[in-house]
């Protein structure tokens, strides 16, 4: 890398991580961002003291001075500077990729429309309380090119990723590869092809070969049809179907199986996560920590005492005999159709925000059954509205504060209000972790 030209797109945590590694290694680094300067954060400002090159307020010719540019997971990879790069001949390549290259320890990558935080969080936990170094990075929070030179050999790094990271990796190959559904998201980004998608979902096991391992969900059409195309060993998950190998259900117990014959793990009653979606994300945890010899014992304590994670069906307060959920980070339709088959409770539930191509024809069934009531929120409201009319009651919310306090209203004691807007939350707040923390501070409020 000594002397190599190097630009990141994009000054978030990612773009920053990886800025700081490429100039470690010797490069000559120069970074950009769509927003001024004056709305980056110290860490980003900060880059300029280490010799790194710093530009805000959109993309100049600079961008193109390089041999190697390196994307942020926000920066799509068809505007104009990353297009004009392709036809220069200039690599073009995610933090993800370029992290990998440095990497000793062997990778466990997670990735699918749904589920990606929780199942990566589980594994994490899984392998910390059978006291396994590890380190849990990725798109969940860490940037992957922040810790990777830390890590030792015998370490255990746990990543999640998502298919914006694997659109530009060429060399990226996990020990073991996750994918735990594919369902419809992120179609703006994916010219509105499910092909597309799932191809790019796919690539997470492109470089895998007989020594490693892809875990994968038999109950998903779309896994299994690209799990078709993977060269290294297979293991599937399902709720749906008994296996000889792999992790499936049995009146009601997560069971797994090898070649020494099928054993129980734990009764799905005595999880504290619920929901037919979370059992899957706890196969997949559970084929993942057998493969690093994790035991069925320590295994079953972790899956008793893991309470998920904050902003996915997060239990906020019960108020007037009403129970409030956070679930912001469902960002798509499939996420709020498990959300909605988790509880028997009617639901008031808080839909919208900035629209990904949502289709919300899928959940129609769905909510005439179990929702009472919509709150229509942020810039998809009509939208919601046009999908839901005649079907269920609608109200439109101007802001969060008046969606909880509608919400409090309509709710009757033993029904569940939630918050899972199926969109991005990047009309009203900065992050779906934002949007979560409004609505539980306004809920704590009432």
């Not at 392998?127 to 830390?150: E, R, W």
């Not at 992120?186 to 998608?197: F, I, N, T, V």
Request: proline fraction near 3%.
């Amino acid at each position: 890398m000594r002397g190599m030209r190097c630009s990141v797109l994009g000054a978030a945590r990612s773009g920053i991580a990886v800025a700081k590694l490429l100039r470690s290694k010797g490069a000559a680094v120069f970074v950009s961002d769509q927003r001024p300067l004056e709305q980056l954060d110290e860490e980003a400002l900060s880059l300029r003291s280490l010799g790194i090159g710093l530009e805000g307020g959109g993309h100049s010719d600079r961008v193109l001075e390089c041999s190697l540019m390196v994307l942020s997971p926000g920066v799509p990879g068809d505007i104009p500077f990353v297009q004009e790069a392709g036809r220069r001949g200039i690599r073009v390549l995610s933090e993800l990729e370029v992290a990998s290259w440095f990497c000793r320890s062997p990778i466990v990558a997670v990735t699918g429309s749904n589920g990606k935080t929780t199942t990566t969080t589980l594994i994490g936990r899984i392998l910390g309380d059978a006291k396994k170094k590890h380190v849990v990075a990725g798109n969940i929070g860490t940037a992957f090119s922040s810790v990777v030179l830390d890590m030792a050999e015998e370490d255990i790094v746990v990543l999640e990723v998502s298919s914006f990271q694997l659109d530009h990796c060429e060399s990226f190959r996990p020990k073991v590869s996750v994918i735990l559904n594919v369902t419809e998201d992120h179609m703006d980004r994916y010219r509105h092809s499910m092909e597309l998608y799932a191809a790019s979902k796919a690539r997470i096991f492109m470089n895998q070969s007989d020594d490693d391992t892809f875990v994968y969900c038999a109950d998903d059409p779309w896994t299994v049809r690209i799990a078709a195309q993977a060269k290294c060993r297979r293991l599937s998950f399902s709720t749906d179907t008994t296996l000889q190998e792999g992790a499936w259900t049995e009146n009601g117990i997560l069971m797994l199986g090898d070649q020494d014959g099928p054993k129980p793990v734990i009764p799905l009653d005595q999880m504290t996560i619920r929901g037919i979606h979370n059992a899957r994300n706890a196969m997949a945890a559970v084929l993942v920590g057998s493969l690093f010899g994790v035991s069925i014992a320590s295994m079953r304590a972790t899956l008793r005492n893991f309470k998920g994670v904050e902003h996915r069906l997060e239990f906020v307060r019960e108020h007037n005999g009403v129970r409030y959920y956070n679930d912001s980070k469902a960002t798509n339709v499939d996420a709020v159709r498990y959300a909605i088959q988790a509880f028997s409770n009617p639901i008031i539930l808080i839909l919208g925000g900035r629209d990904k191509g949502n289709d919300y024809t899928v959940i129609q069934d769905l909510v005439r059954k179990h929702v009472k009531a919509i709150l229509a929120i942020g810039e998809s409201a009509q939208k919601v509205e046009n999908a839901f009319r005649g079907i269920v009651p609608l109200h439109r919310a101007s802001s969060m504060e008046e969606a909880v306090r509608l919400s409090a209203q309509e709710g009757r004691a033993g029904d569940v209000v939630l918050l899972s807007p199926a969109c991005a939350s990047f009309d009203w707040f900065k992050n779906y972790e934002h949007r979560g923390k409004v609505f539980k501070d306004l809920v704590n409020h009432l």
